[in-house]
């Protein structure tokens, strides 16, 4: 069985560009959840998909967006890229009560 | 309300000794508390987790210690191993919310 897969595993950017990453559950999660995990940091909880819907949302702009597909696997959008947005970026899937969460090896992402 | 305070930033301990992790909150709302265990290139993965109706939790070497009245909880690593060394994440939320209010993490490593 495979665990939570992300993609890519890295990508540089440049600012003011835009990027997706991608997620696919751990087989049969129907929740997403997207982390944001800066160098020495914890996690911080971006949003959470559900249904296709977002379902929940951290304190982040609305420059990040995603999406989840009618298979749950995911998407995160961050548009106009800044320096600040260089970060390993985590997408984690459950079942239900929801409470162990599945973590993927994250998207390290470099914004030059 | 929604931090969760980790200390220490980083642990050093000599093979065969106990390793202590410290986590403190503020949101009385919250009611599971995991513990997480991240190596460098790999995504977090839940190690132990309490809720607060026990003051205690013991799976193998790891025991989480609660103390609902001062707002905090531990980790205990008996008999560490140097397979231990990794980074340590503590966090909170509200059961079924999945949304995770994580410390900021505890660099762990075990001399041989």
């Known amino acids: 069985d495979a665990g939570v897969t992300q993609s890519p595993t890295h990508l540089i950017k440049t600012r003011g560009q835009q990027v997706t990453l991608r997620c696919s559950p751990k087989?049969?999660?129907?929740?997403v959840s997207w982390y944001q995990q800066a160098l020495g940091q914890g996690p911080q909880f971006i949003f959470q998909?559900?249904?296709?819907?977002?379902?929940q949302r951290g304190n982040f702009p609305d420059r990040f967006s995603g999406h989840q597909f009618p298979n749950y696997s995911s998407e995160l959008n961050v548009n106009a890229l800044l320096l600040g947005d260089s970060a390993l970026y985590l997408c984690?899937?459950?079942?239900?009560?929801?409470?162990?969460?599945?973590f993927g090896p994250g998207t390290r992402l470099t914004v030059l | 309300q929604q931090q969760v305070k980790q200390s220490p930033q980083s642990l050093i301990v000599q093979k065969g000794g106990i390793s202590i992790i410290n986590c403190a909150y503020e949101?009385?709302?919250?009611?599971?508390f995991p513990w997480y265990q991240q190596f460098p290139g790999k995504g977090p993965a839940l190690l132990i987790a309490?809720?607060?109706?026990?003051s205690e939790k013991k799976e193998g070497r790891f025991t989480i210690s609660f103390n609902k009245s001062a707002k905090q909880f531990s980790l205990h690593i008996m008999d560490s191993q140097p397979g231990d060394s990794a980074t340590y994440f503590c966090?909170?939320?509200?059961?079924?919310?999945?949304?995770?209010?994580f410390g900021q993490g505890t660099r762990l490593t075990i001399n041989p």
């Open positions: 984690a899937s459950s079942l239900p009560p929801y409470n162990e969460q599945f």
């Open positions: 087989s049969g999660h129907d929740t």
């Open positions: 998909y559900y249904e296709e819907e977002e379902r």
């Open positions: 949101n009385t709302a919250f009611d599971y």
């Open positions: 309490i809720r607060p109706d026990v």
């Open positions: 966090a909170a939320s509200i059961w079924g919310a999945q949304k995770l209010v």
